[in-house]
C-alpha cells in the first residue's frame, strides 16, 4: 500500500515545518554545523523526514568535518535519485529522495576520503529522521 507523494506545496507545508520544507521541497541548505545529525553516532537507519523511506545506514556514515551528515553510499541503490544541479553557477549532483521526490543534498567524488566508494553523500540532517537501532518505527 503505497502513498500518492505527488502532494502540492500547501499540503507539504501542513506536513513539514518551515526549515524542512525549504530544503526538502524547495532545494534549500540548511547552516553547516547545526544539523542534529551532523556528528551523531547513534547506530540505526536514517530514513526520509517527508516520506519515511529508508536512505541511509549508520554503518555507511562517516566523519568528513564538512558540516553536514556525510554517507559513503545510501542503503539501497534505488533509495535516491541523483540529478545534475547547475544552480549558483556550479555542476553539482543533486541527491533526491527516489520515493517523494524531496532534495536531501548532493553527492561528491574523489575528494580523497577513505571510503570503500570514494563518494561523500552531503545530507542535510532537516532532510532525515533517524531509527536508532532497536526502535521501531
Same mark, same amino acid.
Given at each position: 500500500?503505497?502513498? +500518492?507523494?505527488? *502532494?502540492?506545496?500547501?499540503?507539504?507545508?501542513?506536513?513539514?515545518?518551515?526549515?524542512?520544507?525549504?530544503?526538502? &521541497? &524547495?532545494?534549500?541548505?540548511?547552516?553547516? %554545523?547545526?544539523?542534529?545529525?551532523?556528528?551523531?553516532?547513534?547506530?540505526?537507519?536514517? &530514513?526520509?523526514?517527508?516520506? +519515511?523511506?529508508? *536512505? %541511509?545506514?549508520?554503518?555507511?556514515?562517516? $566523519?568528513?568535518?564538512?558540516?553536514?551528515?556525510?554517507? %559513503? #553510499?545510501?542503503?539501497?541503490?534505488?533509495?535516491?535519485?541523483?540529478?545534475? #544541479?547547475?544552480? %549558483?553557477?556550479?555542476?553539482?549532483?543533486?541527491?533526491?529522495?527516489?520515493?517523494? +521526490?524531496? $532534495?536531501?543534498? $548532493?553527492?561528491?567524488?574523489?575528494?580523497?576520503?577513505?571510503?570503500?566508494? #570514494?563518494? &561523500?553523500?552531503?545530507? +542535510?540532517?532537516?532532510?532525515?529522521? *533517524?531509527?536508532?537501532?532497536? #526502535?521501531?518505527?
Amino acid at each position: 500500500m503505497s502513498e +500518492n507523494w505527488n *502532494l502540492s506545496d500547501k499540503e507539504w507545508q501542513e506536513r513539514l515545518s518551515a526549515a524542512e520544507f525549504d530544503v526538502l &521541497r &524547495r532545494g534549500g541548505t540548511e547552516p553547516a %554545523f547545526v544539523g542534529e545529525y551532523t556528528d551523531t553516532e547513534t547506530e540505526g537507519i536514517y &530514513r526520509c523526514r517527508a516520506c +519515511n523511506t529508508e *536512505l %541511509f545506514r549508520s554503518t555507511e556514515k562517516f $566523519h568528513s568535518h564538512c558540516g553536514w551528515p556525510s554517507f %559513503f #553510499d545510501p542503503a539501497d541503490s534505488d533509495a535516491v535519485i541523483l540529478k545534475e #544541479d547547475r544552480t %549558483f553557477g556550479m555542476v553539482r549532483t543533486e541527491v533526491l529522495c527516489a520515493q517523494c +521526490n524531496s $532534495h536531501l543534498g $548532493h553527492v561528491f567524488k574523489g575528494e580523497g576520503y577513505n571510503t570503500p566508494t #570514494d563518494l &561523500r553523500y552531503c545530507i +542535510n540532517s532537516v532532510c532525515l529522521t *533517524l531509527e536508532a537501532a532497536g #526502535d521501531t518505527a
